[in-house]
């Protein structure tokens, strides 16, 4: 059996950039289609694309003509960072045409019937996609600061039950695109505001950790504090976190309930997947972005500094990539371990 073909909504982009460096060489996937706006339509993609990623354009994409997502195209799997203010549209009407599209973009995070979904923490959720009326199916990753949270606090509620939280963000400039922020407005600088941010994790995280029911996805029923910040770091996310809990964890309990954290998708061959989805740091001074943030092919959530609260329960800090695990990187996941379970054969 051949590769399947996929493409790439929002190629020219950072996010798009990202995909196609990951989907290079993949023994899944293969590329067929690179959809893009109107302006860079019938060009080929290195005349189109600003390039700003840390390794070269493959050879593979160079030439390949940029097409909108209205026209003929090959691929039924679609990864999409498309800019918010197109992407509801644009997926609807691939769904509605019978493809698969694994969205980056918020407009589809919340529709009931649509799962933001991490195969390590709430794979059952895929199921609640059989209940969308297209021919296909839209799927979505989280807000990237989210995504790491979540990843953090899914094996702690299943045990002990999260009753409360505030989680205050570092968030990486690459987060915000390109060109991003200004270099005079983050330089030297904390911008303590981040549109839209603190509602997202607020509201996203408590349906990620959710359960699934006749259907239905019902909300996890703990209560979310949010700070999000900007800062002058490129890439990695840190977040620190106080955890009200229903059942009182020892810190060690935590400490070895997240080191211990596994599931199947370490066990299914999936070229995204980290081999340890938790990595837990015993140093008093990490995780920290510059050293951490690519282990483990950037697919890795880093928790430090795990200690007992004088508020709530337990404090701890999170790391991870935002560009890779938190867009991506976690997208791909999706699409492999989707792959893997036959979720995809009546698409492809």
């Known amino acids: ?60 994409v160079k030439n390949m003509s940029v097409k909108s997502y209205d026209e ?3 691929a039924k799997i679609f990864f999409s960072g498309l800019d918010a203010n197109v992407a509801g549209e644009i997926e609807t009407y691939l769904a509605e045409k ?7 973009s918020k407009n589809h995070r919340m529709d009931v019937d649509v799962p933001i979904s991490i195969p390590e923490i709430n794979p059952e959720h895929f199921e609640v996609c059989k209940h969308q009326k297209s021919k296909g199916f839209i799927v979505t990753n989280s807000n990237c600061s989210t995504m790491f949270l979540a990843i953090a606090l899914a094996p702690l509620h299943k045990k ?36 839209g941010e603190e509602e997202k994790i607020q509201i996203e995280l408590k349906k990620m950790l959710g359960t699934y029911k006749d259907g239905k996805i019902v909300d996890a029923d703990f209560v979310v504090s949010a700070h999000c910040n900007r800062v002058a770091v490129i890439d990695g996310h840190t ?14 309990q935590v400490k070895e309930i997240l080191a211990n954290f596994k599931t199947e998708v370490q066990d299914m061959d999936l070229p995204m997947s980290p081999e340890k989805p938790i990595v837990v740091m015993e140093e008093e001074n990490r995780p920290q972005p510059r050293f951490d943030v690519l282990k483990h092919k950037g697919m890795a959530t880093f928790v430090g500094r795990i200690r007992k609260c004088p508020v709530f329960d337990i ?26 379970k036959g979720l995809l054969k009546d698409i492809i």
């Open 1 to 60: 059996m051949g590769k399947v073909k996929v493409g790439v909504l929002g190629a020219t982009g950072t996010v798009g950039q990202k995909f196609i460096t990951l989907l290079k060489d993949h023994p899944f996937f293969d590329i067929t289609d690179l959809v893009a706006s109107e302006r860079s339509k019938g060009k080929i993609y290195k005349e189109a694309c600003s390039w700003k990623q840390e390794v070269d354009m493959p050879e593979q």
């Open 72 to 74: 003929h195209l090959e």
């Open 98 to 104: 019978g493809c698969v599209v694994i969205s980056n």
């Open 160 to 195: 002990f039950g999260i009753e409360k939280l505030i989680v205050s963000t570092m968030q990486a400039v690459s987060g915000a695109g390109y060109p991003g922020v200004p270099s005079l407005d983050i330089l030297g600088n904390v911008v303590p505001f981040i549109g």
């Open 239 to 252: 977040e620190t976190v106080s955890i009200l809990f229903k059942n009182k964890p020892t810190v060690e």
């Open 315 to 340: 404090k701890m800090v999170v790391l991870g990539h935002n560009t890779i695990r938190g867009a991506a990187g976690a997208a791909i996941l999706n699409a492999e371990y989707m792959y893997k």
